[in-house]
C-alpha cells in the first residue's frame, strides 16, 4: 500500500499558472494535497488565486508575502518602494479585497500529518521562521539546527523556488519549487509528488507549461512593476534592487 500526495507553493498571483498546475495535479490522482504559501504578490490575479485555493478545501499555510501584504493592507503613512518585490507587495495590498485578505490571515504557521506512519510538517520557509531558505545545497550544520527545531520525519517547505528532495540523518527535506514565478531559466512551472510506501519516500517534480505571455500581458495592463513579466517569461530570480 503507498500513499500519494502532491503538495504545491508559490503561486505569486499568477491565476494562468496555478489553473494549469491544478489541473496536472488531478491527473496524479492524490490521496491529499497541499499548498505550502505565497498564494499572492508578482502577478496580476491576487484576489482570484485565493479564491481559487480556497476553493479547494486543502489545507493550506502562509507564505512570507501573504503575511507581508496583510501587513501592509493595515499600514498607515507613506511607504517606500525599496525593491521590486515591495512594490509588487504594494499593489498586491491595494487590490485585495478584505475577504481574501481576512482568509490569508488567519492561515497556520505550520501543519502535520501522519502519512503512511511517517510524521510530515509542512512549511514555508522553515520550522524555525517563515523566510528561511532551505537550498538544495544547505549545509549539515544547518540542516540538524533545523531538525532540532521541531518533530518530523518529513519536512514539506517552498519559498525558495528551487525544487529538490534530499535524506540527511533519517530525515527527508522536500521543496515543493514553484506554481507561479520559477527561477532556474524557464518558464515552466511545477509542484511535487510525494509517494510514502514503507516509511520510504519517493518524490518528483513534474514540469507544467501553461500561458506564459497571457499572464504578462495581464501584468502590463495593471501598475505592476513591468519587469515582472519578464521574470515569468525568463524564468529569473526578482532583482533585489
Not at 68 to 74: G, P, S
Not at 152 to 176: A, D, E, M, Q
Request: a positive charge; one cysteine or more; glycine letters at 6%.
Amino acid at each position: 500500500m503507498a500513499t500519494r500526495i502532491a503538495v504545491f507553493s508559490d503561486i505569486h498571483s499568477n491565476i494562468h499558472a496555478l489553473d494549469a498546475v491544478l489541473a496536472a495535479i488531478r491527473s496524479y490522482a492524490p490521496d491529499a494535497v497541499y499548498c505550502l504559501g505565497d498564494i499572492v504578490s508578482g502577478c496580476a490575479f491576487p484576489n482570484e488565486c485565493v479564491d481559487r485555493v480556497r476553493s479547494l478545501g486543502i489545507p493550506v499555510i502562509r507564505g512570507n508575502h501573504d503575511e507581508e501584504v496583510v501587513h501592509l493592507r493595515r499600514a498607515s503613512g507613506v511607504l517606500s518602494v525599496k525593491n521590486l518585490n515591495t512594490a509588487a507587495r504594494l499593489w498586491t495590498a491595494g487590490v485585495l479585497g478584505s475577504e481574501q485578505a481576512n482568509w490569508l490571515e488567519q492561515l497556520p504557521f505550520s501543519l502535520t500529518a501522519e502519512i503512511e506512519d511517517l510524521k510530515f510538517r509542512f512549511v514555508h520557509g522553515s520550522p524555525r521562521r517563515i523566510s528561511e531558505s532551505i537550498f538544495p545545497h544547505i549545509s549539515d550544520t544547518k540542516l540538524r539546527e533545523i531538525a532540532k527545531s521541531a518533530k518530523f520525519r518529513v519536512l514539506c517547505c517552498g519559498h525558495t523556488h528551487y525544487p529538490f528532495v534530499k535524506f540527511h540523518k533519517g530525515r527527508w527535506y522536500i521543496n515543493s519549487g514553484t506554481a507561479g514565478r520559477p527561477k532556474m531559466r524557464s518558464a515552466l512551472v511545477n509542484f511535487a509528488v510525494v509517494t510514502v510506501r514503507r516509511k520510504e519516500i519517493v518524490a518528483g517534480f513534474p514540469l507544467v507549461a501553461y500561458d506564459v505571455e497571457a499572464a504578462a500581458r495581464s501584468i502590463l495592463q495593471t501598475s505592476l512593476p513591468p519587469f515582472f513579466a519578464e521574470i515569468i517569461r525568463r524564468g529569473i530570480p526578482v532583482p533585489r534592487k
